[in-house]
């Protein structure tokens, strides 16, 4: 017994002279400034800008710029979706009068079905940061699925565009990879 206690009285000793937290292995934090990653166009001339990556976690941050009249497929995402509206002016068809503006932030819950569109009307882009967990299940009027994104496969597809337009996505976090 009297080695069992000198032995935890040392490795107390030796806890007691270390931080709380060790700083061994510590990280900086990560800054991405909005030039720092290219706004990749997309067929209607609306934007995406991929910022973070998380493949262990299907997390991806995207910030997107939607033109007035954009619409996406109806979809659903397999985990949480957390956005904030930046500028401009976004709406689900499924809840017209819940519009999201500037300064906004919306939660999306697992399973949540909903089309994203940005009115004919507007006045102005709508600019939106979002962090999608799981993956986005684009469904039909039927409710078949017709295609999945997950994050790995964001990640392939951003990287594809930023290299055809000959532009670099060096500075995305990615994280499990």
Partial sequence: MADISEAAMKIIAEMMERPVISRENDNEAILIHDEDLPHIALPDGSTMQLLHVDINQNLWVIRNRFKPGFCIDTHYHTGPVFAVTQSGEWFYKEYPDK???????????????????????????????????????????????????????????????????????????????
Wanted: with cysteine.
């Fill in 99 to 177: 519009i999201n503006k500037a300064g906004s932030y919306l939660y999306e819950p697992a399973h949540s079905i909903h089309t994203l569109a940005v009115s004919e009307q507007a006045s102005e882009d709508a600019v939106v940061w979002f962090a999608i967990f799981g993956s986005n299940v684009n469904i039909d009027d039927d409710g078949n699925v017709t295609s999945v994104l997950d994050a790995r496969l964001m990640l392939e597809l951003y990287r594809s565009l930023c290299a055809a337009e000959g532009k670099s996505c060096d500075q995305m976090i990615v994280v499990g990879e």
